[in-house]
């Protein structure tokens, strides 16, 4: 099936993503295993390439079972469509988010986000001072995160929040991204994102045409053209056992570094690191 699917990348769209992991590959060298099993992730850009790529995967596994003379089956262990915001609502937090304004960052804060900046060799601007503009979408689209979110977002009016509670310029799933987690970073950025969403969630309880006007651009703009359609269905159980075996091993060596609130008053006390602790610039600056 993988050796199908590679050479099928040379007649699939460019946007398209996909990945997979062979999580079991049977358990003596010198037999061949009577199951096997692959786990795939299936991304484009909307509802209908992303079920196209579905259905090819089917059809590829559907071969390699011929192939071999076995049988086929398949479990659908999550589900993410595209993202799409409410734009209502965008502008009712926008509004909020300015009137909150961004964290006041010490000279500390700016020196660990420069360094984990450089460290990756990324632009070394430190974290952000001024607000960006809100902006209407890019005309193409182009490729993100996958996250079950989208599928809340084309069930109920959505939107989701990126305030500073990161360093700006790093590299997703990558250690430099975990970071600032433990740094007043992000509970600087976390504490200001957490007002503007509560204002944002007020005046949307009191203000009933508000609510009316989100839920108008859901249907006749968001909606209009586009069904969602999701692909878990009534029969497929939530896989809540996917990451047992993992947190099982890893759950013991995690509790060393739970945060102890009755003996330190910052995580980072608690695991002896003076803050800001910076590597040398990678740069020579």
Not at 23 to 38: E, F, I, S
Not at 89 to 96: C, G, Q, S
Not at 142 to 166: A, E, H, L
Not at 223 to 240: C, L, R, V
Request: aromatic content about 10%; glycine content about 6%.
């Amino acid at each position: 099936m993988n050796v199908g699917w590679n050479f099928r990348r040379e007649h699939l769209r460019p946007d398209q993503r996909s990945h997979y992991v062979i999580t079991d590959g049977g358990d003596q060298p010198n037999v061949v295993p009577q199951r096997a099993a692959v786990w795939y992730f299936f991304r484009e850009m909307d509802y209908p390439d992303i079920k196209k790529n579905f259905d090819i995967g089917i059809q590829m596994a559907e071969g390699a079972a011929l192939m071999t003379n076995t049988e086929m089956s398949y479990r659908i262990l999550g589900s993410a469509w595209p993202r799409h915001f409410n734009k209502v609502i965008a502008e009712t937090m926008y509004e909020h988010i300015k009137t909150v304004g961004l964290p006041e960052w010490s000279e500390a804060d700016q020196t660990l986000a420069r360094a984990v900046q450089e460290a990756v060799e990324s632009d070394p601007n430190g974290l952000a001072t001024e607000l960006t503009e809100l902006r209407a979408p890019s005309g193409r689209r182009r490729s993100g995160g996958s996250d079950d979110i989208g599928d809340v977002s084309w069930t109920v009016p959505t939107v989701t929040m990126r305030f500073p509670s990161n360093v700006p310029g790093l590299p997703g799933h990558n250690w430099s991204s975990g970071i600032a987690m433990a740094t007043p970073i992000a509970h600087k950025g976390a504490t200001a994102g957490a007002k503007a969403l509560a204002m944002t969630a007020l005046e949307f309880f009191m203000n009933p045409d508000l609510v009316a006007e989100a839920w108008t651009y859901f249907r006749d703009e968001q909606t209009k053209d586009m069904e969602y359609t999701p692909f878990i269905s009534a029969d497929d159980q939530p896989a809540i056992e996917l990451n047992e075996s993992t947190m099982k091993t890893f759950r013991p060596l995690l509790e060393q570094y739970y945060f102890d609130e009755t003996r330190f008053d910052t995580y980072l006390e608690q695991l002896g690191i003076t803050y800001p602790t910076v590597p040398p610039s990678p740069r020579g600056r």
